[in-house]
């Protein structure tokens, strides 16, 4: 059972714009410490997507966007692409559980 | 360029040991503040974090399996090894290792994942 939650799913039309939310505790995100975003494609392992937030590592399309605000974090996706298919999931830190990484819980996109 | 591989058994008894290694290129955990670390991701659900191991032999462990786990390196060798005892079926999962360039930092790179069955 992760601390951080993700809607299990979201779906959208190529072109179109879907977030990703992913929603912690004053523990972990709301304790100020950053979220990163992992991608999953089928059958592949993840790849960092998003980190400290808002920063894309070289090669990340800028259609990849992220943000923080309070206890929750979000990931968008802007002009969706078939490509863009694939799990999701947030990560940050938690002080009250003194777990080094913890993940969300997961979002599959899928693009209609 | 860096690279991380996992290895070891596909296939694990119940109350067995898991030993698994991986192989790292493109860096040296000899340099301060990096680490490696294990994931792993039962069949169709979310990643879970297991263990870390840093530059400086600073280990950490996920509270809720720390009994089980050792991790340990071979900094000559690149290599990171981790060990779960008592193994049982509710621990089938891809395991992955993945680079940190620091400490709760985000993992940069991940190697391409090694499956492990635990059934007798």
């Known amino acids: 059972q992760s601390v951080l939650t993700q809607p299990p799913s979201v779906s959208g039309a190529p072109g179109q714009r879907v977030t990703i939310s992913c929603t912690g505790s004053?523990?972990?995100?709301?304790?100020?410490?950053?979220v990163h975003w992992y991608q999953q494609l089928p059958g592949t392992a993840p790849k960092l997507l998003i980190y400290?937030?808002?920063n894309r590592p070289s090669g990340v399309p800028d259609r990849f966007s992220g943000s923080k605000s309070g206890t929750s974090a979000s990931l968008a996706i802007t002009g969706l692409q078939a490509e863009d298919e694939a799990d999701y999931y947030c990560?940050?830190?938690?002080?009250?559980?003194?777990?080094?990484?913890?993940f969300g819980t997961g979002t599959k996109v899928t693009v209609l | 360029q860096i690279t991380l591989k996992e290895s070891g058994p596909t296939l694990v008894k119940p109350t067995q040991t898991l030993t698994l290694t991986c192989t790292f290129s493109?860096?040296?955990?000899?340099?301060?503040?990096?680490?490696v670390g294990w994931i792993r991701q039962p069949p169709g659900k979310a990643l879970e974090w297991l263990a870390l191991i840093y530059w400086d032999d600073d280990k950490r462990y996920s509270p809720s399996l720390k009994s089980r786990l050792t991790i340990t390196k071979d900094t000559s060798k690149n290599q990171v090894v981790l060990t779960m005892t008592n193994m049982d079926p509710v621990d089938t999962a891809t395991y992955y290792c993945?680079?940190?360039?620091?400490?709760?930092?985000?993992?940069?790179?991940w190697g391409q994942g090694t499956l492990v069955t635990v059934s007798s």
């Open positions: 004053s523990s972990n995100i709301g304790a100020g410490y950053d």
């Open positions: 400290g937030n808002s």
């Open positions: 990560q940050s830190y938690d002080s009250s559980l003194s777990v080094l990484y913890v």
């Open positions: 993945a680079h940190t360039r620091g400490y709760r930092e985000w993992l940069g790179y």
């Open positions: 493109g860096f040296s955990l000899s340099t301060s503040g990096v680490g």
